[in-house]
Structures are given as structure tokens and as C-alpha cells.
């Protein structure tokens, strides 16, 4: 087991939020849609948004110049518009005042819209990643139409063929007669896709970089209670963000050297007006009132995500600096953004360790030679294999006899894929391996991957250091400990167990000294926890300066077969007009 040697992690200062967080970005653009490319994208991004980042393009990375950089990918866009009959279901209110579904037959124009986007911001000058994410989405416009449903033709007497054809026929006519119908659907639905371009960003950006909202004043106090109180900060945060219906007041202690924030109230709005700053106060409101009336600072935000967990300037003195070289088996079966999605994937696996930085550019790897700088230390390298669809995998499975007998039956969707990556990591002239099953599907422009559990048993366990160290104890009976605050590399969860022992050579039949289990989170790396057994060990360990080494509880979230992280797949950010994959899973 590695000793940890934490070092003062500082939140970012509460500076003034009128000064602007410069971020370049660069576009890889594909799509040749003039009015759905990158590049207009990016011109409504510069446009609409109003808030506390500026935007700088740039052609490539090496011309970067601002603290942050913003890569975006895109695949050609595809758009188009149908004319449609088809029996849906709805839900309406009966005379009794009670829900029921309905079946009707909707005519009218339905337009498709496809597109896949790829973001990775950079801190520019380490070339680390901070964050990755998917847009994509697969979206419908539908408008009714009387001119569909009298034009409609018959299938009376028709092959399917013909039928087809005769629907393709009136859609021609229609179209011609009726441009403005096609044209202004996918006039909305081109909107909608930057205006979804734009807020991701924002969302996303302003939860990378931005100092959190802060309480500054009262706005209401009733005898020795607050009831309102004004917050401050960048208009990016949406402070809503943050619950349902209350949002956390955090107040921040020191712990030893470290920052620990504890929810010492909730706010919600009681206001219409979107754009006021006053929240009312709900739980604590004489304790708000005396934190506010000394002073201590109380932001609003989220605990778990403070400090701000993969910014440099919040992680520790000794770092891994780790890059990922992926290879192919077969390229051609891969799109360029395919590639790009696959290397997003294996480096959100290792943000968020506060001694980890995943390089996003690695000169020894790029043979870039504008600097002779060797940015990683650590390289894992990826081979992907070519991708097996799933009639291939079940008929083999079937056996030759079985197969023969049955080649014409279908057995399985052939768009769904499975490839399966090969890791091998050199580390101390040892050399540890992984291999992991990927699946996906193929959409029209790229391959989407759906499922996938990135277990690296041996090259977690190489690297990733699943223990804590105990900074203080909290809580002492009678000479046993109670609670305790202890701090970690990876990010901390409510409810983890961890195992104390007094030698490093831990194996199965080493006896442990105490198990605790983490009560709250105080911040990212800092949580409170509470002693399950082994109180009396604790504590006599502590006052004798015993060395005490730590290992998570098998089955928890680091397990004796390492580190599982595992995608949420498609969450919707705002509505369900996009979705945002997201790599970089909350822990």
C-alpha cells in the first residue's frame, strides 16, 4: 500500500466575477452543413452567451494562449423531413376528470434530426484534462397537417412497393407546393441544436472554472432569524442546479490544513423574477445569522465537487502524469471521431484523483517537435480489436452444424458491435494487463457506444492508491475514538469502509487494527468518519505514532478487483431535445 503525503489543497479565491475566464478553443470540424457546423455553432455560441468565460478560436493547440482550451469534434450533421400517418397514443382527461390514454392517427410532417458532438477541455499549459463529455442527440419535429391527411393515399389494391412509391410521389408534390412547411422545421430544429450547444458549454464550463456562489448580505431578518439572504456570483451557475427545491448553504472550517465545507442551511427561490439574486432560508436561520454576523465565509454549492477536483492548482505536490496510445487492429473500421470518442473514454477512467493528471497531448508520443518537453511519465497503452457484430458472435456460439441449419434466421440486431481493448501498462520493470469488452452500435454517422464497465483490475491496483490517511480525530470516549476526518486520492463517498492495519504487506489473512465508515463528505479528498470497530486500536495507535496503513473494505467502491467505473450512459441536461454523455461519471 502506498503512503499518502497530502499537501494544502486551496479552493479558488472569490475573486471578482466581472473578470473574464479566457478559454481558446478549436474546432475539428467534418460537417459541411453551412448552417449546421462547428462553425455555426460557434458564431451562435459567441452571439447568445453573455457571462463570465470569453471565447477565443483558435486553429490548433500549439497556438493556444489562454489558460484553458476547448477541443470540439463534430460528424456531419443529418437533417430531413418526412411527411407521416401513423397511430399514436395520447393522454387526456375523461368527463369524470380522469386520466385516460387515447389512440388517434396523426398526419403531418415529421423532421429527424441526428448529431454527435465530442468535447475535451484542456488546462493549456500542463496539457492536462479537466473534462470530457458527448453531445449528441437524436431528435423529432412533428406538425400536423390537413394537407397530409386529404392527400394520403390508399393502400387499397397496392404492392408495399407501390404504396411507397405513391407516398414518395404526394411528399414530392407537397413539398413543392408547401416549401416553407420542411423549411421551417428544420429551421427550429437547427436552432435547437445551438441552443443546446451553447448551454452544455455554459453548464459544463462554469462547473469546471468557475468559483462557486457565495452568500454576501441579508436581505431579511425577522428578530434573531434571517430569512432571506442575497448571493453573489457568475450568472453561468445556475443555483438551481444544485437540489429539486433547496439548495445547500455551506459553511467552511478549517480541518488541520485542509478546507471542509458542512451545509449549515437551505435556500430556495420565493421569488418569479429569474433574474433576482435573493433566496429564502429554510432550516438553522439563527445559526445562519450568527455565521453571517462573524463573517465566515458560506458558498452554495456542491460539496462533493469542492474543492474543484481536477483543476491543477487543486491537486497535490506529486503527481502521476499519465498518457493513453490506442491502436487499432483494423483503422479503417474507425472514423476519426469514433477514435476520438474511444480515447475520451479510457482518460475520463482516470480524472478526478487529486496525485492524477491525464495529459491530453504527449510530446515522446506525437513526436512533437516544437518542444523537447517529456510530459507524461506513465503511458498505457490501448489496442482495440475490430468489431464483431452480434449475428456473427451467436451464430459461432450455435456451432458450424447449427449455424448451417440455420443461416437464414436471424439471430441478433447486426448493428449492435463488440470490440474488446487490451491495456498494458510498463511501471518499475513490471509490466501489468487488463482486458475489457466494449459494445456498442452504428448510427448513420458514428459508433455509439452503449455499454461498457472499465475494470482494470491490474493497472488500477498499479496506480490508483485506494487508501486514507487520518488528518485529526473528532470525537474521543474513554479512550476510544469515535470519529474521526481522514482524506484520500480519490474522490470520497458517504458510506465507503476502509480497513487500518499496522503493516504496508496487507493480504487476505492480514488481521486488521479498525474499520471506519465515512459519515459525511466535507469536500472532495475530506470526509468525516465514524469508527465501526477496533475503537480501542485507534486510539492507541494515534497516541503511540504508530504508522497506520489503510485499505478500502472488499466490495466497496475500490474492491479487491480494483476500480469500477461505469458510464450513466444518456442524461438529460435540461430537456429531452439533447442528451449529454457523460464520460466522466459523478462519483
Known amino acids: 500500500m502506498k503512503n499518502i503525503y497530502v499537501v494544502l489543497l486551496s479552493l479558488i479565491t472569490m475573486g471578482s466575477y466581472g473578470q473574464q475566464y479566457a478559454?481558446?478553443?478549436?474546432?475539428?470540424k467534418t460537417s459541411t452543413d453551412q448552417s449546421l457546423n462547428l462553425d455555426a455553432l460557434f458564431d451562435h455560441l459567441n452571439t447568445n452567451y453573455d457571462g463570465c468565460l470569453e471565447f477565443i478560436r483558435v486553429d490548433r493547440f500549439n497556438n493556444a494562449q489562454s489558460p484553458y482550451t476547448l477541443e470540439i469534434w463534430d460528424t456531419p450533421f443529418t437533417i430531413g423531413t418526412k411527411i407521416l400517418r401513423e397511430t399514436r397514443i395520447k393522454e387526456v382527461v375523461n368527463k369524470n376528470n380522469q386520466k385516460q390514454e387515447k389512440r388517434y392517427v396523426f398526419n403531418g410532417f415529421q423532421t429527424r434530426t441526428n448529431y454527435h458532438l465530442n468535447f475535451r477541455l484542456i488546462e493549456t499549459q500542463s496539457r492536462s484534462v479537466l473534462d470530457v463529455f458527448n453531445l449528441s442527440g437524436t431528435f423529432l419535429l412533428d406538425e400536423e397537417s390537413e394537407i397530409v391527411q386529404e392527400s394520403w393515399p390508399s393502400a387499397s389494391g397496392k404492392s408495399t412497393i407501390e404504396y411507397k412509391k405513391a407516398i414518395k410521389e404526394i411528399e414530392d408534390i407537397i413539398f413543392d407546393e408547401y416549401p416553407e412547411v420542411p423549411d421551417n422545421l428544420e429551421s427550429q430544429a437547427r436552432d435547437k441544436i445551438k441552443s443546446a450547444f451553447t448551454n452544455v458549454i455554459k453548464i459544463r464550463l462554469s462547473h469546471a472554472l468557475l468559483p462557486p456562489l457565495y452568500v454576501s448580505e441579508t436581505?431579511?431578518?425577522?428578530?434573531?432569524?434571517?430569512?432571506?439572504?442575497?448571493?453573489?456570483?457568475?450568472?453561468?451557475?445556475?443555483?438551481?442546479?444544485?437540489?429539486?427545491?433547496?439548495?445547500?448553504?455551506?459553511?467552511?472550517?478549517?480541518?488541520?490544513?485542509?478546507?471542509?465545507?458542512?451545509?449549515?442551511?437551505?435556500?430556495?427561490?420565493?421569488?418569479?423574477?429569474?433574474?433576482?439574486?435573493v433566496l429564502g432560508v429554510r432550516k438553522n436561520e439563527k445559526e445562519l445569522l450568527v455565521a453571517m454576523n462573524n463573517n465566515e465565509e458560506i458558498i452554495i454549492a456542491d460539496v462533493e465537487n469542492l474543492p474543484q477536483r481536477n483543476l491543477n492548482a487543486n491537486k497535490d505536490e506529486e503527481l502521476i502524469d499519465l498518457s493513453i496510445l490506442l491502436t487499432y487492429e483494423n483503422s479503417s473500421a474507425f472514423t476519426s471521431f469514433d477514435k476520438k470518442s474511444l480515447l475520451l473514454l479510457f482518460q475520463a477512467h482516470f480524472l478526478n484523483y487529486s496525485n492524477m493528471r491525464v495529459i491530453a497531448y504527449d510530446t515522446m508520443i506525437n513526436n512533437d517537435s516544437e518542444t523537447n518537453e517529456k510530459i507524461s511519465n506513465t503511458i498505457i497503452n490501448v489496442h482495440i480489436s475490430d468489431m464483431l457484430d452480434t449475428k456473427k458472435i451467436n451464430k459461432a456460439k450455435k456451432g458450424l452444424s447449427k449455424f448451417l441449419k440455420e443461416e437464414d434466421k436471424d439471430l441478433g440486431n447486426p448493428r449492435d458491435r463488440f470490440m474488446y481493448a487490451t491495456l498494458s501498462l510498463a511501471l518499475d520493470d513490471d509490466i501489468y494487463e487488463d482486458k475489457i469488452e466494449l459494445q456498442g452500435f452504428y448510427t448513420k454517422n458514428v459508433l455509439q457506444i452503449v455499454s461498457s464497465t472499465l475494470n482494470f483490475e491490474s493497472i488500477n491496483q498499479a496506480i490508483i492508491d485506494d487508501s486514507v490517511v487520518i488528518i485529526e480525530t473528532d470525537k474521543v470516549e474513554k479512550d476510544k475514538v469515535k470519529t474521526l476526518y481522514v482524506r484520500s486520492f480519490a474522490p470520497m463517498q458517504d458510506g465507503k469502509k476502509y480497513k487500518f492495519y499496522d503493516t504496508p504487506n496487507i493480504g487476505k489473512k492480514t488481521k486488521s487494527l479498525a474499520e471506519i465508515k465515512i459519515k459525511d463528505v466535507l469536500s472532495s479528498y475530506l470526509g468525516l468518519a465514524e469508527v465501526k470497530d477496533g475503537d480501542k486500536n485507534l486510539y492507541k495507535a494515534l497516541n503511540s505514532d504508530q504508522d497506520l496503513y489503510s485499505k478500502i473494505n472488499t466490495g466497496g467502491f475500490f474492491g479487491s478487483d480494483g476500480f469500477k467505473n461505469s458510464f450513466k450512459g444518456y442524461i438529460s441536461v435540461s430537456k429531452p431535445d439533447y442528451r449529454v454523455y457523460d464520460y466522466n461519471r459523478k462519483r
Open 219 to 277: 436581505a431579511k431578518v425577522k428578530g434573531d432569524k434571517v430569512k432571506e439572504v442575497i448571493y453573489e456570483g457568475c450568472n453561468d451557475i445556475d443555483v438551481t442546479g444544485f437540489g429539486m427545491f433547496y439548495y445547500p448553504f455551506l459553511s467552511n472550517k478549517k480541518v488541520g490544513d485542509f478546507d471542509a465545507y458542512t451545509q449549515i442551511s437551505k435556500g430556495y427561490v420565493n421569488s418569479k423574477d429569474e433574474t433576482s439574486k
Open 23 to 28: 478559454v481558446d478553443v478549436i474546432l475539428n
